[in-house]
């Protein structure tokens, strides 16, 4: 009887551990994006090209909301100059990309990831005499992955519109890592 009722409790808190992983990996429009272009493209290149495009929007709506919070919490008039130069920047790529991604029908999240909002949130409880620091370490270290992804897509994609819009977007990454790195220094 009692192993019975250990049964039950172990079936039922596994159904409910299940259910909450499925619901929250379906309220991320990032993974949702991913599932629906999945469907749609059998091509295997067209398929890396959608995911680059989905994973690179989902990223630069976290960077201009990253952005925003250095605007509202930073007093380091050289922070924020940066921050609003990777605002302007960000939104301007982000538009580059969901225009290229509805040409080519590709499904594309409408915010950032549910792991990016935590970070975010996250480097909003830090205090403020470390908050800069922390910020631009985060920033620093998305743009360095961010560089390897747009490198790697540009040789890996046969789609040559892509190509360009990557080799467009390039030299405007690496100028905002250059500016994330030096005021990371000197905040050290």
């Known amino acids: 009887m009692k192993s019975l009722i250990i049964l039950k409790m172990l079936i039922l808190v596994t159904f409910f551990f299940f259910t909450c992983q499925t619901n929250k990996k379906q309220d991320d429009s990032t993974e949702i994006a991913k599932e629906k272009n999945e469907e749609v493209f059998d091509d295997k290149d067209e398929e890396n090209d959608a995911d680059f495009i989905v994973n690179t929007i989902s990223s630069s709506f976290a960077e201009i909301k990253l952005a925003q919070l250095a605007l509202n919490k930073s007093n ?47 480097l909003a409880q830090e205090d403020p005499k470390d908050f800069d620091k922390k910020w631009c370490e985060k920033l620093e270290g998305s743009h360095k992955k961010s560089i390897r992804k747009f490198e790697s897509r540009m040789t890996k994609t046969e789609d040559v519109e892509l190509r360009n819009l990557i080799s467009a977007a390039l030299p405007s990454l690496r100028n905002h890592l250059e500016m994330l790195t030096k005021e990371h220094d000197r905040l050290n």
């Open 76 to 122: 380091d008039v050289l922070v924020t100059n940066t921050a609003t130069m990777l605002e302007t920047d960000h939104t301007k790529l982000l538009q580059e990309l969901q225009a290229y991604a509805a040409k080519k029908s590709i499904t594309v999240p409408t915010t950032e990831t549910d792991e990016a909002v935590k970070d975010r949130s996250d």
